[in-house]
């Protein structure tokens, strides 16, 4: 494999599946098959697989950003904030940590810690944007990640395969590798893994050589598919154009 893998021009994979391609360039396209990654993020836009072509475009409109772009709600700081019992409407923000500015009708706010309050259900508990002090969030420089995954529908074991499953809900939840900057799910089939809209996307098919059974499940080796995979991200490029590379189990 080792010389498989040098005529290829990609070195021995080593530990690590997380790769900075900014400081490691020489191996950003390596990973040990060993270890699996979870990733919850938050979704971002994506190059998606289309065949034939590629798609730059958002799947669940304004959620989908080049980079974060939800409120992170804040208080303090320089400014004075109400005490329990005050109107926190022209402050915004409560002198006790854990505390926030609720709505208790249309002339009122004060600070609660939870809302109704112990024995006031009258409080209408709302939290309109007047209420809350707010700040875009700022991504963090360096962070911008590439994700894959394997998804293969002949794993050589008989009963019920719910991979194949997995990244559909995956997709549609917006979860795993669907949340980092760009993705790509490989299988050794070409299937869809959304129906749209506004498109509908795609595995890219990639050969997984049956060539020898693991010894104790009897599933089929998947190093083959794996060795399939990192030629294919190479030729592909856009793992380039991030600062990590993340194979996601």
């Given amino acids: 494999l080792e010389s498989v893998l040098m005529s290829t021009g990609i070195t021995s994979p080593r530990s690590s599946e997380l790769l ?8 950003s396209l390596l990973a040990s098959s060993s270890l699996a990654v979870s990733l919850l993020l938050l979704s971002a ?20 950003g080049a980079a974060v772009s939800e409120d992170i709600e804040v208080a303090g700081g320089l400014l004075r904030c109400s005490a329990v019992g ?5 402050t915004r923000c409560c002198s ?36 809350r002090n707010v700040k875009p969030s700022k991504a963090s420089s360096g962070t911008k990640l590439f994700c894959f995954e394997i998804l293969c529908a002949d794993k050589g074991l008989p009963g019920k395969n719910w991979d194949l499953s997995l990244v559909r809900t995956q997709l549609h939840t917006k ?13 050794d089939v070409s299937t869809w893994i959304s129906p749209g809209p506004p498109k509908k996307l ?3 098919k990639v050969d997984a050589p049956h060539v020898a059974r693991t010894p104790f499940k009897g599933m089929w080796l998947n190093t083959p598919i794996f060795l399939n ?21």
């Fill in 175 to 187: 979860t795993s590798i669907f949340g980092c900057e760009d993705w790509m799910v490989f299988s």
């Fill in 96 to 131: 006790i940590t854990g505390y926030r500015c609720f709505q208790k009708n249309l002339s009122f706010a004060g600070c609660l810690e939870s809302c109704p309050p112990p024995g006031k259900p009258v409080w209408t508990c709302g939290r309109p944007p007047h209420l």
């Fill in 45 to 64: 836009s994506s190059f998606r697989e289309i065949p034939g072509r590629l798609w730059k475009g958002r799947l669940w409109g304004a959620s989908a």
């Fill in 202 to 204: 795609y595995t890219r």
């Fill in 86 to 90: 005050e109107d926190c409407t022209g």
């Fill in 229 to 249: 995979v990192w030629i294919a991200i190479r030729t592909d490029g856009r793992w380039s154009k991030h600062d990590w590379t993340v194979k996601v189990d």
């Fill in 20 to 27: 900075p391609t900014r400081h490691r360039p020489s191996r």
